[in-house]
């Protein structure tokens, strides 16, 4: 089992920055690619991005291309993901999640921690 447990969400100005951590406890975090998913009221939970194990990797979708950056601290057991220019449409419930593969769909990933609420005002 991996426990994920996600923390750093709140409100935000449209523009504004957010940085939102997932701290890993239980068996090896570095076994793990980690992705990061978000949810917002009413639709599907889709793909944001993902880091490999060693956090040389990573892969975004193209809505927070060039906003977003994913990465990892394996001594401390925690991914990160920064969000900058925050747009009102990001609002959503952020989730990470730990899988085995390198993926984009929520099917593939094994453990998600609880989510944190990120809000973004215009």
């Known amino acids: 089992q991996v426990q994920l447990k996600e923390s750093g969400g709140g409100l935000v100005q449209a523009g504004g920055s957010l940085n939102v951590s997932c701290a890993a406890s239980g068996r090896t975090f570095t076994n793990y690619a980690m992705g990061w998913f978000r949810q917002a009221t009413g639709k599907e939970r889709e793909f944001v991005g993902i880091?490999?194990?060693?956090?040389?990797?990573?892969n975004y979708a193209d809505f927070v291309k060039g906003r977003f950056t994913i990465s990892r601290d394996n001594a401390k057991n925690t991914v990160y993901l920064q969000m900058n220019s925050l747009k009102p449409d990001d609002t959503a419930v952020y989730y990470c999640a730990a899988s085995r593969f390198w993926a984009t769909s929520p099917g593939n990933y094994d453990y998600w921690g609880q989510g944190t609420q990120v809000t973004v005002s215009s």
């Open positions: 880091v490999n194990i060693n956090g040389g990797i990573t």
